[in-house]
C-alpha cells in the first residue's frame, strides 16, 4: 500500500462528506455510561511535534470550539489495538506480566525509528494527523501477531481493520458543525503542513478508554528501543 495515495483518498471522500454536512457526530464521547477499555500499545510524538500540533488544534478551535480536541497527553499513534476497547473489559482479568513479556520478546530486537507526521487527512467523523512510517514499525506488527496468535493470550488485533499507518486523530465531531466552510479551509490551509518527524526510542503499553484520554489511562509499561 502506497501510504501517501492511501491517505489522499481518504481525505477526498472524507472532505466531501464533511464539506456536505454528511460527517458523523460521536454521541459517546461524552457518555458517562461508555465502558469501552482494552490494552493498547502507543506511540508518543515529541514536544516539538506536540507544539506543532496544538497550533493546528487550536486555530480549529477558534472556528468550531464545541468539537472535541485532543490535548497534549493524550495524543498517540496506535502501534497495536492488543486488545481493543469493548464493553466492561476488566484488567484484572488478564495476566499483564504474560503480556508485558511477549511483548518484550519482540520489541529487543528492535533499534529507534523515526515517524514524520505531515499534513491532515480525515475520516467521516474526525481529522487526523498524517503519520509516514519506516519499514520498522510494520515489522514490529508483525511480530506481534505472530507472537500472540501462538501464545492462547486474549487478543484482538486485527478484530476491526488490519493495521498499516500511523495517523494521530486529533479531532472529533461530538456536535454539528456551525462552522463548517471555515473549517475545511483550515484543513486545506493544513493539508501539507509538516508537523516534524521524531525519533521512537520508547513504547508504552497502556489500559485505556477508546478515546486515550489521560484520566483513564493507566500506563502498565515502558519499552525502550535499542539506540541506532
Not at 469501552?36 to 496544538?54: E, N, S
Not at 480525515?122 to 506488527?141: K, V
Request: proline share 1%; net charge neutral; hydrophobic share 40%.
Amino acid at each position: 500500500m502506497n501510504l501517501a495515495e492511501y491517505y489522499n483518498q481518504l481525505y477526498k471522500d472524507s472532505i466531501a462528506k464533511i464539506a456536505d454536512g454528511n460527517y458523523e457526530i460521536d454521541h459517546l464521547i461524552d457518555s458517562d455510561t461508555d465502558q469501552r477499555f482494552g490494552i493498547t500499545l502507543v506511540i508518543r510524538p515529541d514536544a516539538a511535534t506536540k507544539v506543532k500540533i496544538q497550533q493546528f488544534v487550536n486555530e480549529a478551535k477558534a472556528i468550531e470550539p464545541e468539537q472535541y480536541f485532543y490535548q497534549n497527553p493524550d495524543i498517540h499513534i496506535t502501534l497495536m489495538s492488543i486488545i481493543s476497547c469493548y464493553d466492561g473489559f476488566d484488567l484484572q482479568s488478564i495476566n499483564v506480566k504474560g503480556y508485558v513479556a511477549l511483548i518484550q520478546q519482540v520489541l529487543a530486537r528492535y533499534k529507534s525509528f523515526k515517524i514524520r507526521f505531515k499534513g491532515l487527512t480525515a475520516s467521516s467523523s474526525c481529522i487526523l494527523i498524517q503519520g509516514f512510517l519506516t519499514d520498522t514499525l510494520n515489522e514490529i506488527r508483525n511480530d506481534l501477531r505472530t507472537i500472540f496468535k501462538n501464545s492462547g493470550l486474549q487478543q484482538s488485533m486485527d478484530k476491526r481493520y488490519a493495521i498499516k499507518t500511523a495517523h494521530s486523530t486529533v479531532i472529533r465531531f461530538r456536535s454539528e458543525l456551525e462552522n463548517r466552510d471555515a473549517l475545511v479551509k483550515l484543513i486545506e490551509k493544513y493539508r501539507d503542513f509538516d508537523f516534524g518527524t521524531f525519533e521512537v526510542k520508547q513504547i508504552e503499553l497502556v489500559y485505556n478508554d477508546w478515546y486515550q484520554r489521560e484520566k483513564f489511562v493507566k500506563k502498565l509499561q515502558t519499552f525502550s528501543l535499542g539506540l541506532n
